[in-house]
Nanobody, 115 residues
Framework: QVQLVESGGGLVQAGGSLRLSCATS????????MGWYRQAPGKQRELVAR???????NYGDSVKGRFTISRDNAKNTVYLQMNSLKPEDTAVYYC?????????WGQGTQVTVSS
């Protein structure tokens, strides 16, 4: 059974940094895109960043230049380095991945940025 587990969330002051990790486990034969999404209270889930097996990336407009997504293919893990955090980055962050032809989601990790 494939699982995604996020870690690294927490409380940080504005201007600070956090690094999120998303580890996969289970019977994995192939992973295509891996990504991070977030959902703030009362808002729709939105794309933060995505990275494809080729290494190409795309980012949501609100995080460009501040966040960096990366992946370790040997560990089947995706990371999100978040710098210059703002209070509006406060949300539950979810990772997802296309694994064995299916889309899987993690349970989410809370990121809270205080002003």
């Amino acid at each position: 059974q494939v699982q995604l587990v996020e870690s690294g969330g927490g409380l940080v002051q504005a201007g600070g940094s956090l690094r999120l990790s998303c580890a996969t486990s289970g019977s994995i034969f192939s992973i295509n895109a891996m990504g991070w999404y977030r959902q703030a209270p009362g808002k729709q889930r939105e794309l933060v960043a995505r990275i494809f097996s080729s290494g190409s990336t795309n980012y949501g407009d609100s995080v460009k230049g501040r966040f960096t997504i990366s992946r370790d293919n040997a560990k089947n893990t995706v990371y999100l380095q978040m710098n210059s955090l703002k209070p509006e980055d406060t949300a539950v962050y979810y990772c997802n991945a296309g694994i064995n032809g299916r889309l899987y989601w993690g349970q989410g990790t809370q990121v809270t940025v205080s002003s």
